[in-house]
Every structure is written in structure tokens, then in C-alpha cells.
């Protein structure tokens, strides 16, 4: 952070600007640090002769591991970045958005998420990717679990005559539901609300 004295904003002295650039700073570190332009800093370190400092690349898993802590029980939670509207956990990585617990789900299987990925664990957004499962694997994890359970197989369309090997879901104990009817539910529900 800027030492006493310094002035933040685009009144930051060049002094300073140049003191962290010989302190082997980033132009956009020293941007943030002292509230000040990078364009500004940038012309200041081509004054200075001073070369660009290399990008420090860290891979997708090196980053997202970055933006986690341990939590009580093995969780772990996230610190980085969340989507404005929802909340979600998420990373920009190379131009590209990633929910943490995609990238959670990766890192346990080696592959990308099979639908939405989230945990399992009933830890509130959990990303420890043990507890993470994409929408295929929990749909097989949780029919398993019917069939374990003894509820035996579920029907082939719902009692509103809708496609269960398209829209057919389990809860999270195996009980069947049917996501067409939910969706339907909800149009109606935000209907009579408007």
C-alpha cells in the first residue's frame, strides 16, 4: 500500500511511480497500489528504460487454488470473484468465465462438467473437489440410490405426460421429479406474482 505522504489518484508523484518501478513493480500493480493511471505508470517506465515485468502465468488449477480456504469439516471456500446476480463462485481465466466449482470438478475427474457442477456436501457453494459432482454423475448417484433404497425404477413420463429420460430428476435422496413440471411451476408462480 502507498507509505505515508503519497497521494492517491492521478496525482501520484512520478517519484514514487519510478521508486516501484525500480522495486521491480508491475505496471498494473503500481496502478492499483497507488490509485494512479497504468498508462501513466507505462509511459513513466519506457522514460525509465525499464523493460516490462514478465507475466507470472499460473495454470487454471494454480489460480483457482489461490482464491480457496480450508474449512471446518474438509470443505473448502471460495474467496475470489462471484457472479453480481447470483453469487456463484466464478474465475475469469484467459478471456473466459468458469464457475470455481467447475473448475472443482476438473480437477477431481480430468474432464469438464456433464451440466451444472456444485457440491454435494451441503456446505453452502463448497468448492472441495471430492464434494463437487456434475448434473450426470449426481443423476446416477442419486437413481443408484433409489434403486438401493428399494423404490425400484421410475416412471416413463410423469403424471403430466412429460418424457422422464428428458426431464426426469432425483432429489438428493432419490425421490423422482420431473423439471419440466417444476419449470412450469415456476412460470405460473411468476405469473400470478406480476
Known amino acids: 500500500m502507498p507509505g505515508p505522504g503519497t497521494r492517491p489518484g492521478r496525482y501520484a508523484?512520478?517519484?514514487?511511480i519510478e521508486?516501484?518501478?525500480r522495486d521491480g513493480g508491475s505496471n498494473s500493480a503500481i496502478a492499483r497500489e497507488l490509485?494512479?493511471?497504468?498508462?501513466?505508470v507505462a509511459a513513466i517506465r519506457r522514460d525509465l528504460g525499464l523493460p516490462n515485468v514478465p507475466a507470472q502465468p499460473l495454470t487454471l488449477e494454480e489460480k483457482w487454488r489461490a482464491r480457496t480456504r480450508p474449512a471446518d469439516g474438509g470443505h473448502l471456500e471460495w474467496t475470489g470473484e462471484r457472479q453480481s446476480t447470483s453469487g456463484t463462485p466464478v474465475m475469469r481465466y484467459e478471456g473466459r468465465t468458469f464457475t470455481a466449482a467447475a473448475i472443482a470438478f476438473r480437477i477431481r475427474t480430468g474432464r469438464a462438467p456433464d451440466g451444472y457442477a456444485r457440491a454435494e456436501c451441503?456446505?453452502?457453494?463448497?468448492?472441495?473437489?471430492?464434494?463437487?459432482?456434475?448434473?450426470?454423475t449426481r443423476m446416477t448417484t442419486r437413481e443408484q440410490l433409489r434403486y438401493l433404497t428399494g423404490r425400484g425404477e421410475r416412471k416413463p413420463v410423469c403424471r403430466h405426460g412429460h418424457d422422464q429420460a428428458?426431464?426426469?430428476r432425483f432429489e438428493s435422496d432419490g425421490r423422482p421429479y420431473c423439471e419440466?413440471?417444476?419449470?412450469?411451476?415456476?412460470?405460473?408462480?411468476?405469473?400470478?406474482?406480476?
Open 13 to 16: 508523484s512520478r517519484e514514487q
Open 19 to 21: 521508486q516501484l518501478l
Open 35 to 40: 490509485h494512479s493511471d497504468r498508462h501513466r
Open 122 to 136: 451441503g456446505h453452502h457453494q463448497c468448492v472441495e473437489p471430492a464434494h463437487v459432482d456434475d448434473t450426470a
Open 166 to 168: 428428458v426431464e426426469g
Open 180 to 194: 419440466a413440471c417444476k419449470r412450469d411451476q415456476r412460470r405460473r408462480t411468476a405469473g400470478r406474482a406480476v
